[in-house]
C-alpha cells in the first residue's frame, strides 16, 4: 500500500497548479481588451450557436496574410486602409477574412463601415482577387455605381451607391445559398442565388485614403439580423412540424410506440411498460422476469451495492463479467470508491446500524434509476425484502414505500393515487385508467408517477413528443437530486471513511489490494490499459485525504457517479440478451443530432435552426 | 321519368325539415321551464353548422321566442344563456340571418342582457353581438345609440379572456368615423385595452391590436396618446415593434405595422424613428412580397403607399428596399395562365383579387414616384409599366383606374417622363377618353396630369389640343369642385403658353368673358391665380388680337374691382398676399396695357391698378424694383391727360408714404424708397404739379410733397 502515499502527493500537487493557472489568466491581460473578446464571443455564440469552431472557425478579422501590398490593417486587424497609387483598376486591392464562413451558421451576417471614401469604393463577398467581384466565383457589391458584380467584370445594377459614412452589411443565406446586401439597416433584396460554399468576407479598396471597418460582431449590427434569423428558424420549425405523413401515419404511431416502450423496458420501468404496452396493445419484447432482473441489479448500482450487483450479475448471467473483464474491473473500482463511501455492503455490515437495515435496500428507489438511489431518505425509507424490486411490491405493503414523505403526500395515502401505482402490479393499470388527465396536476409529483403520466400522455393521442417529455423528466431528477445533495452535506457533516468502522476500513484495504491484483492480472493478460490505471489511481487517491468527500477528487464519491457504470452494466446484460445495448429513443435522438453535425459538414445551412435541443424542451 | 319522380320527392323532404324544424320551435313555448331548456339545447345542436336550419327556424319565429325567453327575469340563467348561443348559432348563418336578427331587436335586447351578473350569459351575448357587428350588414350605429353601453362594454373587459376578445373585436368592427374614435377614446379605450396586448391569449391580443389601427386612423389626439402609453413599463410603440417581429404571425405584423404607420401619419412618431425606417417600413415592404397572401400584399402595398406618401426620404429608402419596384410588378400578373389550367379554386381567388391587386401596386407606385425623379426613371423602366397603366385607366373598376391615373399624375411630375414615355405610349389617348366620363375623384387626377401633357414642352401637347379638349377644359372650369376648376383653368394657362393666336382665340371664345370674370371672382385663390396666369399667356402676344384687348378691357375693370374690394376691407395686407402670388403676372399685364395702343380709361385703370398695388407693402418693391414701370408713372405723370396724371401720382403718392405706425425697418424702407424716387426726378415732377392748374392733382402732389418733408 506505499504506492498510495506517491499518489497523493500528486494528488495534492495537481489542483494546486491548475488553481495558480486560473489565478494568473484572471490577472493577465487587457481588461477593456479581454471584455470586447468576451462580448465578441457571446453574440457569435448567440448568432451561430450551432458552429462548432473547433472544425470551423468564425471569421473575426481581416487576414493578415490574405491580402494585397497595397492594403494596410490596424485596431486588431478590423480597419482596413489604402496605401496604393489607385490609379486605375489594376492597383485595385482587397483583402479577406481569416476564415471562410461555416455552413453551419445558417445564415451569417458582417458589416463594414465606410469611414472614409476616396474616388470610388468596392465592397464584396469571396475570395482574393484583384477587385473583389470581379475574379471567377467572386461577388460583390460596388458603392461608386451600385452594381452587383459576380465572376465577372460587367456589373448587374442592383442597389444604391453608397460614401462616408453609410454602413454596408452582408448576410448570406447558407440555406438557400443567397446572399443580400444592406445599407444603413435596410435590406437592399437578394443580390446572388446559387452561391457556392466556404465564401470569405472580402472587402476592395482602389483609393488612396479609403478607410473601412469591420464588424463581424465586435459591435451590435445596425441591421437586425436576429430578427431576420427567426423568420427563417420559425420557417424551418415549421417545415419540421409540418412534414408531410400522409398515409403513413398508423406507421409512424407504432414506431412512437415502440420508441416508448422499448425505452420504459431498457431502463426497467417495468409497471408503467407494463401498462403502457397495455394501453397501447403492444406486445414487449422482453420478459418480465429479465426486466426485472436488470432492474434489480441497477438499483444495487445505484445504490452504491456494487459488491452485491456484481454478486447478483454473476448469479443471474453467469458468464457475463468474466466474458467483459473491462466491465468486471470497472465495477470492482466502483465498489472501492464505495467502500471508501460507505454505502457498499461488504463495509456496511461493519457499521453500527442493525443489520436488517444494511440488508434492505429502498423498496422504491425509483423508477427513475438515477434518481432513487441517490435520495438519502430512501435509507431509512423503512424495510423490504431485497427480492422485491420495484413494481412488484405485494400491494398490501404500498404504505411502507413513502418515498417522499416531504414532497408528495399522494403518494402515501391510498393506492389508487398516481405515484402508487408503481408500486402495485395488480392495482397500476386501473389507476392508471381511472386517471386520465393527471398529467398536468401532478407536475410536482415524484418521478415514476411521471413516467406513469407520460405513457398516458401517449396513450390518449395528445400530441406530445415522448422524447421531449422523458428529457424533461430527466432534467427534473437532475434538479432534485441537486437539492438533495445539498442536504446530504448537511446531514453528512461527520460522514467518515468506511462508515468510521475499523473492520470496514481494513475490509477496504484488503479490496484495494485486490483491486490492484486484478489490474496486474488483466495487464499480464491483455497489455497495459491506461484507463484502467487512471481509474485505479483516483479510486486510491481518495485515501490520501482525511475527508474525501471534500477533496479535489472527492468527485467520484457522488452517487452521480454511480450512473455511467450502472448504464454500462444495463447495457452489457441486454447485449448478452441479444437485445439492443441502447434503446431506440436514444439512439434515434444521438442519430438526429449526428445528423445535424452531419449536415454542418456537408454545408446545409439550415442545420443551424434545425437543433435537436430545440426540441428538447 | 326521372324527374317527375325526383320532384315530389324533394317536396315531401322539404316538408319532412319544415315540420321538424316546427317541433323545435314549438318546443320552446312547453309550459314545463326544464322542457324548454332542453327544447333550447336541442335546438343548438340541431342549427350547428346548418344554413338552412337556421332560415327555417328563422322563418318559423323562434328568434322573437328566444329573445323573449332571454329577457325574461323568470328565466332560468342557464335557459337564458342557451338562448343567447342559439341566436348566436343563427348570426353565424347567412347575411340574410343577420338581417333578419337586427329587424327582430336583437341589438339592444343582448345590450341589456350584458347588464346581468352572470359571466357565462355575458359571454354568450357578447358572442352573439360581435357576430352580428362584424356583418357589413348591421348598421354599427346601434352600438352607439344607448350612451351607456360603451362604458359599459368597457367595464366588462376586465371579466375574462372571452369578453376581452369580443369587446375589442365589436369595437374594431364598429369605429369608423372620427367621431366613433372620439366616442371610444373618451370612455379610455387606450387605457382598458393597452393592457390586453401583453395578454396570454392571441386572439386577445389580435384583436386589442386592431382595435389600436382603427382609434389611431388619421386621428392625432389618439395617436399623441398612444405614443406615451406605458404597457408594463413598455412604451406601446416598442410593444409594437416587437409585434412585427419576423417569427410572429404575419397578420399581427401587419396591423401592428398600421398603427405606427396611422400614428406616424397623424404626426406622432417623426418620420426618421427607427422604428419607422428600421422595422416599420420593411415589415410593410415584406407584406409585398411574393410569399405573402393576396389579400396581405394588397394591404401592405395600401398602407406602405399611405406611410411614404408626404415624405420624400422614406420613398427613397422604399424604392432600394428589397427591389420593392420589381417586386410590385408581380401583382400584375394575377390571374396566372398557370392557375388558369391547374386549378379552377386557385383561379377564382386570383380573378377576385387581381384588381385590388394591381389598384394597390398603382397607388404603391404613385407614392413612391411622387417626388424623385430617380425613382420615377425606375418606375418607368419597370417591364411594360406604361402599358400597364394605359390599360388600367380604361378598367371597368373605377378603383383600378383611379390608381392608375394616380400613378400617371405621379410619374407626370418628371420632365423626362413627360417627354419619353409619356408621348411613346400615347397615355393621353385614354386619359382623354377618361375624362369624358368618370366620377368626380378621377376626374380631379386625371384633370391634374393633362396640365402637365399640356405643359409646352411636352410632345403630347399638340395631339391633346387637335383632339378638342377645349371644350372639355372649359366645362371644368364650371364644375363645382374647386380641385376641377383649378385643374381646368390651370390646364387652359398650360395651353395659351405660348400658343399661337388660333389657340388663344379658340380658347377666349370658349370660355367667353363672362366665365373668365367670374373665374377672376372665385373664392378659391387658386382658381384667380390661374386665371391670371393664363390672361397673362394669353396676353403675352404682339401684336396684341384685336378680341383680345377687347377682353383686356372689361379685365381691367374687373381687376380693379378687385383689388378696391379687397383693399377696402382688410388692411394692405390682402394686396400683398394676391401680389407675392401671382404679382409677376400682374407687372407684366400692366406693362404690356402701359405700352400697348390702347383707350385713355384702359391705361387709367391700369395706373389705378398700380396705384392700390402700391398700396401693399411688399408689392412695393415689386415695383420700386421694376425701372419699366417706375419710368411709365414718370411718363404719365406728365401726360397731357389730367386724369392721367392724377392716376399716375397717386401711384407715387402711396409709393412715398410714410407709414405712421410702421416698424423701424419699414421707416427705412419708405427712406430708401423716397431717395430712389428723388433721384429718377419724381420730386421735381411733383414740385412742377403743385403749380397745377387742375385742383385735384395739385392737392395730390402736395399731400405726397408733405411725405418728403415728414
Not at chain 1, 499518489?7 to 489568466?25: I, S
Not at chain 1, 438519502?376 to 424490486?389: F, Q
Not at chain 2, 426726378?681 to 412742377?688: N, P, Q, R, S, T
Amino acid at each position: 500500500f506505499e504506492s498510495l502515499d506517491k499518489l497523493a502527493v500528486t494528488g495534492t500537487h495537481n489542483p494546486l497548479t491548475l488553481h495558480l493557472k486560473n489565478l494568473d489568466y484572471l490577472l493577465l491581460g487587457d481588461p477593456a481588451f479581454n471584455y470586447q473578446e468576451a462580448e465578441l464571443n457571446e453574440r457569435l455564440k448567440r448568432l451561430y450557436p450551432a458552429v462548432n469552431e473547433d472544425e470551423t472557425p468564425l471569421p473575426r478579422s481581416w487576414s493578415p496574410k490574405d491580402k494585397y501590398s497595397y492594403i494596410g490593417l490596424s485596431q486588431n486587424n478590423l480597419r482596413v486602409h489604402y496605401k496604393g497609387h489607385g490609379k486605375n483598376h489594376k492597383d485595385a486591392a482587397s483583402v479577406r477574412a481569416t476564415h471562410p464562413i461555416p455552413a453551419a451558421c445558417g445564415i451569417y451576417y458582417f458589416e463594414v463601415k465606410i469611414v472614409s471614401k476616396g474616388l470610388d469604393f468596392l465592397s464584396s463577398l469571396l475570395p482574393l482577387s484583384p477587385i473583389p467581384g470581379w475574379d471567377k466565383h467572386s461577388y460583390g457589391y460596388h458603392g461608386d455605381d451600385g452594381h452587383s458584380f459576380c465572376s465577372s467584370g460587367t456589373g448587374q445594377p442592383y442597389g444604391p451607391t453608397f460614401t462616408t459614412g453609410d454602413v454596408i452589411g452582408c448576410c448570406v443565406n447558407l440555406i438557400n445559398n443567397t446572399c443580400f446586401y444592406t445599407k444603413n439597416g435596410i435590406s437592399l433584396g437578394v443580390a446572388f442565388t446559387d452561391l457556392p460554399p466556404n465564401l470569405y468576407p472580402t472587402v476592395g479598396l482602389q483609393t488612396p485614403g479609403e478607410i473601412v471597418d469591420a464588424n463581424f460582431g465586435q459591435q451590435p449590427f445596425v441591421f437586425d439580423i436576429e430578427d431576420y434569423m427567426s423568420e427563417w428558424r420559425a420557417k424551418i420549425h415549421g417545415m419540421i412540424a409540418r412534414f408531410p405523413i400522409g398515409e403513413r401515419l398508423g406507421e409512424w404511431q407504432a414506431v412512437l410506440q415502440n420508441m416508448v416502450s422499448t425505452y420504459l423496458v431498457h431502463h426497467g420501468y417495468c409497471a408503467t411498460a407494463t401498462a403502457f404496452a397495455r394501453a397501447t396493445e403492444t406486445l414487449i419484447q422482453e420478459d418480465q422476469t429479465s426486466i426485472k432482473n436488470r432492474q434489480r441489479i441497477q438499483k444495487l448500482v445505484l445504490a452504491g451495492r456494487v459488491g452485491e450487483a456484481i454478486e447478483a450479475t454473476q448469479q443471474l448471467y453467469p458468464g457475463l463479467l468474466e466474458h467483459n473483464p473491462n466491465l468486471l474491473f470497472m465495477l470492482k473500482c466502483r465498489q472501492f470508491v464505495e467502500m471508501v463511501n460507505g454505502t457498499d455492503s461488504e463495509v456496511r455490515c461493519f457499521s453500527i446500524r442493525s443489520p436488517k437495515s444494511q440488508d434492505s435496500y429502498p423498496g422504491s428507489p425509483s423508477l427513475s434509476p438515477r434518481h432513487g438511489a441517490t435520495n438519502p431518505n430512501l435509507h431509512s425509507a423503512g424495510a423490504d425484502s431485497p427480492t422485491c424490486s420495484n413494481g412488484v411490491t405485494p400491494p398490501n405493503k404500498n404504505k411502507s414505500h413513502n418515498k417522499y414523505p416531504g414532497v408528495s403526500s399522494a403518494s402515501s395515502s391510498s393506492s389508487s393515487s398516481p405515484s402508487s401505482v408503481n408500486y402495485s402490479e395488480s392495482n397500476s393499470t386501473d389507476s392508471t385508467k381511472s386517471q386520465p388527465h393527471s398529467g398536468t396536476s401532478n407536475q410536482e409529483e415524484t418521478s415514476d408517477s411521471e413516467m406513469e403520466i407520460e405513457a398516458e400522455h401517449y396513450t390518449n393521442g395528445v400530441a406530445e413528443n415522448p422524447s421531449a417529455r422523458i428529457m424533461n423528466g430527466t432534467y427534473k431528477h437532475q434538479e432534485i437530486l441537486q437539492a438533495q445533495d445539498i442536504s446530504l452535506e448537511d446531514s453528512c457533516a461527520s460522514r467518515q471513511l468506511c462508515g468510521g468502522n475499523q473492520a470496514a476500513t481494513e475490509r477496504m484495504i484488503q479490496f484495494g489490494r485486490e483491486l490492484q491484483g486484478l489490474n496486474e492480472q488483466l495487464c499480464r493478460e491483455y497489455g497495459k490499459n491506461v484507463t484502467h490505471k487512471k481509474m485505479l489511481q483516483d479510486a486510491f487517491s481518495l485515501l490520501a485525504y482525511s475527508d474525501p468527500w471534500n477533496c479535489p477528487v472527492g468527485q467520484q464519491l457522488d452517487p452521480m457517479q454511480r450512473e455511467n457504470i450502472c448504464s454500462a452494466l444495463n447495457s452489457a446484460i441486454l447485449e448478452s440478451q441479444n437485445l439492443p445495448k441502447q434503446p431506440p429513443l436514444m439512439l434515434a435522438l444521438g442519430q438526429a443530432t449526428e445528423c445535424v453535425q452531419l449536415m454542418a459538414r456537408v454545408r446545409s445551412g439550415s442545420c443551424s435552426f434545425a437543433r435537436v435541443d430545440n426540441f428538447l424542451h | 321519368m326521372a324527374c317527375l319522380l325526383e320532384a315530389p320527392l324533394r317536396i315531401s323532404v322539404l316538408s319532412e325539415v319544415t315540420a321538424t324544424s316546427r317541433h323545435y320551435v314549438d318546443r320552446l313555448f312547453d309550459p314545463d321551464p326544464q322542457k324548454v331548456l332542453q327544447g333550447v339545447i336541442d335546438m343548438k345542436n340541431a342549427v350547428i353548422g346548418n344554413n338552412k336550419q337556421k332560415a327555417n327556424l328563422i322563418v318559423l319565429g323562434a328568434v322573437p321566442r328566444l329573445l323573449y325567453l332571454l329577457q325574461q327575469g323568470s328565466s332560468s340563467s342557464e335557459l337564458r344563456a342557451e338562448c343567447a348561443v342559439v341566436l348566436g348559432s343563427l348570426a353565424m348563418g347567412t347575411e340574410n340571418n343577420i338581417k333578419s336578427l337586427v329587424d327582430c331587436h336583437i341589438i339592444p335586447a343582448l345590450l341589456q342582457g350584458l347588464l346581468c351578473p352572470d359571466l357565462i350569459f355575458i359571454e354568450a351575448c357578447l358572442r352573439c353581438l360581435r357576430t352580428v357587428f362584424i356583418s357589413p350588414v348591421t348598421p354599427v350605429q346601434l352600438l352607439y345609440t344607448d350612451p351607456t353601453v360603451i362604458p359599459h362594454l368597457m367595464s366588462l373587459l376586465s371579466r375574462s379572456q372571452r369578453t376581452q376578445e369580443y369587446i375589442t373585436q365589436i369595437f374594431s368592427h364598429c369605429c369608423k368615423t372620427p367621431e366613433h374614435q372620439t366616442v371610444l377614446f373618451n370612455h379610455g379605450a387606450i387605457q382598458n385595452i393597452a393592457p390586453l396586448l401583453i395578454s396570454p391569449s392571441y386572439k386577445v391580443r389580435m384583436q386589442a391590436l386592431k382595435c389600436f389601427s382603427v382609434l389611431a386612423y388619421e386621428n392625432t389626439q389618439v395617436s399623441m396618446t398612444l405614443v406615451n402609453v406605458l404597457v408594463d413599463e413598455e412604451l406601446l410603440s416598442q410593444v409594437f415593434v416587437r409585434m412585427m417581429q419576423r417569427d410572429q404571425p404575419i397578420d399581427m405584423q401587419l396591423t401592428a405595422a398600421k398603427c405606427l404607420t396611422y400614428m406616424c401619419r397623424a404626426g406622432a412618431i417623426r418620420t426618421d424613428d427607427s422604428c419607422i425606417v428600421l422595422k416599420t417600413l420593411p415589415c410593410l415592404v415584406r407584406m409585398c412580397s411574393k410569399e405573402r397572401l393576396l389579400e396581405e400584399r394588397v394591404e401592405g402595398a395600401e398602407t406602405l403607399a399611405y406611410l411614404m406618401e408626404p415624405d420624400v426620404e422614406l420613398q427613397r429608402i422604399a424604392s432600394v428596399t428589397d427591389h420593392l419596384v420589381a417586386m410590385l410588378a408581380d401583382y400584375f400578373k394575377y390571374p396566372s395562365s398557370v392557375s388558369a389550367i391547374t386549378d379552377i379554386k386557385r383561379l377564382d381567388h386570383d380573378l377576385k383579387h387581381a384588381h385590388e391587386l394591381r389598384q394597390a401596386a398603382f397607388k404603391l407606385y404613385a407614392s413612391l414616384g411622387s417626388n424623385d425623379e430617380d425613382i420615377r426613371k425606375k418606375i418607368t423602366e419597370t417591364e411594360n409599366m406604361m402599358d400597364r397603366i394605359v390599360s388600367g385607366l380604361s378598367e371597368s373598376s373605377v378603383k383600378v383606374r383611379l390608381a392608375a391615373v394616380r400613378c400617371l399624375h405621379s410619374l407626370s411630375r418628371s420632365v423626362q417622363q413627360l417627354r419619353t414615355s409619356f408621348h411613346d405610349h400615347a397615355v393621353w389617348k385614354p386619359l382623354m377618353k377618361l375624362l369624358q366620363n368618370a366620377p368626380d375623384e378621377v376626374l380631379v387626377m386625371a384633370s391634374s396630369t393633362l396640365c402637365n401633357l399640356l405643359l409646352e414642352f411636352s410632345p403630347s401637347k399638340e395631339p391633346i389640343l387637335e383632339s378638342g379638349v377645349i371644350e372639355l377644359l372649359c366645362s371644368l372650369t364650371q364644375s363645382d369642385s374647386p380641385a376641377l376648376r383649378v385643374n381646368g383653368i390651370w390646364a387652359l394657362m398650360n395651353m395659351a403658353f405660348q400658343a399661337d393666336q388660333k389657340v388663344k382665340g379658340e380658347i377666349v371664345r370658349a370660355l367667353g368673358t363672362e366665365q373668365l370674370f367670374r373665374l377672376l371672382s372665385d373664392p378659391d385663390s387658386n382658381v384667380l391665380m390661374k386665371t391670371l396666369g393664363l390672361l397673362r399667356n394669353l396676353l403675352s402676344t404682339r401684336p396684341p388680337v384685336p378680341v383680345l384687348l377687347k377682353l383686356l378691357h372689361s379685365l381691367l375693370v374687373e381687376l380693379i374691382d378687385q383689388m378696391e374690394h379687397s383693399a377696402a376691407v382688410p388692411s394692405s395686407w390682402h394686396i400683398d398676399q394676391v401680389m407675392s402670388s401671382h404679382g409677376k403676372q400682374i407687372m407684366q399685364a400692366v406693362t404690356l396695357i402701359l405700352e400697348g395702343e390702347h383707350s385713355i380709361e384702359v391705361k387709367e385703370q391700369t395706373l389705378c391698378i398700380l396705384a392700390n398695388i402700391a398700396d401693399g407693402n411688399t408689392a412695393k418693391e415689386l415695383i420700386m424694383t421694376n425701372d419699366d414701370i417706375l419710368q411709365k408713372i414718370k411718363y404719365y405723370m406728365a401726360h397731357s391727360n389730367v386724369k392721367l396724371q392724377l392716376a399716375a401720382t397717386f401711384c407715387i403718392s402711396n409709393l412715398i408714404w410714410n407709414e405712421e405706425d410702421g416698424e423701424a425697418n419699414a421707416m427705412t424702407g419708405s427712406q430708401e424708397r423716397q431717395d430712389k424716387l428723388r433721384e429718377l426726378g419724381f420730386v421735381d415732377i411733383l414740385h412742377k404739379l403743385t403749380q397745377a392748374s387742375d385742383p385735384n392733382l395739385c392737392d395730390r402732389a402736395k399731400t405726397a410733397m408733405q411725405q418728403y418733408l415728414a
